[in-house]
């Protein structure tokens, strides 16, 4: 039968598959990606970078402008303090009295005891003393002076009393003097004493020299003092009577009813046991009074005084004992009462303070 005539179609076979158009496409599709980003993306990408990076050159002096005004003002920090080192804080007292050991032995050194000094000198080990050990020794020895040369190194001066010297052939120096006089006299050692750490946290010490024989320390230029002449201790008035009823209970009672001639918050604690049996108030200098007229009133209270009293208290033995003290004195009530028992006697000015003996570097060359 005709196909025309039975109305049926002859199936359309599909056309093949065209791998090569697929392909290009694909090709095409996958030069316009890599790395999961297109090109043109990449494109804007880079140019938007480039743009950010000129924008931060070109606003960078801006931007740091702003900040340096935006910082609140505070000040500096202060710098941090460096710890001061072991010897100048705590090398000076062991100095001293490695320094006083050490002339102690050398006093008393003879033949055979080098080694004893080496333990403080080393090289005296090698050294040849002459003499008889023990013939002199050294009494009553003391730090005079104590002064920091270097940064571990002490120049400290102990006085001593030699004993055993026989006396100089030579004159005495001093007009008059006997030659036990001489033979007794107070002797000054200069020791040159370097420090260094030591075990478990301590200071060592060494000698850097033998001791040196020096002069004796210059004597100071007394101060003025802010009180007026000394003047009788007269039994009318009323400051003679307060000092000596403190003192009779301070010295000879051993403070028993001290308190009661105290100011109020005032606190002392008396020598016990006492050591005196009596006083007498001989002389005061009050503070600021150049007059001599008799004082027999107080004033008003409140009223604060400085004086310097001296006094002869009575030991034990019958002895008499020159005292001298300085007190601060206060009116109350119409009475004087003791506001302190001072350390020391008032300065008119204060003297300016030495130099500390801790401080290193170089000094001039001492007397003593």
Do not use: C
């Not at 072991?86 to 080098?114: C, I, K, M, N, T």
């Not at 009133?297 to 409140?302: A, E, F, H, N, T």
Request: charged share 15%; aromatic share 6%.
């Amino acid at each position: 039968m005709s196909p025309a005539l039975t109305g049926r179609r002859k199936p359309v076979t599909p056309a093949d598959p065209q791998p090569p158009a697929i392909q290009e496409t694909e090709a095409v599709q996958e030069a316009g990606w890599v790395g999961g980003w297109s090109t043109g993306a990449q494109a804007n990408s880079a140019a938007l970078i480039r743009w950010i990076v000129w924008s931060l050159i070109a606003l960078g002096p801006l931007l740091g402008a702003l900040a340096y005004l935006s910082v609140p003002a505070t000040s500096a920090a202060p710098a941090p303090k460096t710890a001061p080192s072991a010897p100048s804080a705590s090398g000076g007292q062991g100095a001293a009295g490695f320094a006083s050991l050490f002339v102690a032995a050398y006093l008393s050194a003879g033949r055979g005891d080098e080694l004893k000094l080496a333990a403080y000198y080393p090289p005296a080990a090698s050294m040849q003393l002459d003499g008889v050990s023990g013939q002199h020794r050294g009494e009553q020895l003391t730090v005079v002076r104590l002064r920091q040369t270097d940064t571990s190194v002490w120049a400290v001066t102990v006085a001593a009393r030699v004993a055993g010297a026989q006396p100089s052939p030579a004159p005495s120096p001093q007009p008059g003097a006997s030659p036990s006089q001489s033979a007794d006299a107070v002797r000054y050692f200069q020791v040159p004493v370097a420090t260094a750490p030591g075990a478990g946290g301590a200071t060592a010490y060494t000698a850097l020299a033998l001791p040196a024989e020096v002069a004796a320390p210059e004597r100071a230029k007394t101060p003025e003092l802010v009180y007026g002449a000394m003047r009788p201790a007269l039994p009318t008035d009323p400051r003679t009577q307060a000092v000596t009823s403190f003192l009779s209970a301070y010295l000879t009672k051993a403070g028993a009813e001290l308190d009661r001639y105290l100011a109020p918050g005032t606190r002392l604690a008396a020598p016990s046991p006492a050591p005196y049996s009596g006083v007498a108030v001989d002389q005061f200098a009050v503070e600021g009074e150049t007059g001599g007229e008799p004082v027999v009133s107080v004033p008003g209270d409140g009223t604060t005084l400085r004086l310097l009293v001296t006094l002869r208290a009575t030991g034990q033995d019958g002895v008499r004992m020159p005292l001298t003290y300085a007190l601060t004195l206060k009116a109350r009530a119409g009475r004087w009462e003791i506001a302190s028992l001072d350390g020391a006697p008032a300065l008119t000015s204060p003297t300016p303070a030495p130099a500390a003996s801790g401080a290193p570097g170089p000094a001039p060359t001492p007397t003593a």
